[in-house]
């Protein structure tokens, strides 16, 4: 490049390009189902003095289109 930022032509006939993939390739939006599933039952009913705990492991899935 020169000092006044011009191209010569010799430094563009130098350059390369490519072609850029299919439309749907280039999506600025993917979408994406993401399911989480966290189910716990704890029951204390009709007793004194107790405590109840539960305790569940969770699931995530992820589908993508």
Not at 9 to 34: D, M
Request: aromatic share 4%; no cysteine.
């Amino acid at each position: 490049m020169t000092d006044l930022g011009r191209i010569s032509v010799s430094e563009v006939a130098g350059q390369s390009a490519e072609l850029l993939p299919a439309r749907e390739a280039l999506a600025l939006i993917n979408f994406t189902n993401i399911t989480a599933v966290n189910v716990a039952i704890a029951v204390n009913a009709a007793t004194i003095g107790s405590t109840a705990a539960a305790a569940a492991l969770q699931h995530v899935a992820a589908f993508q289109r």
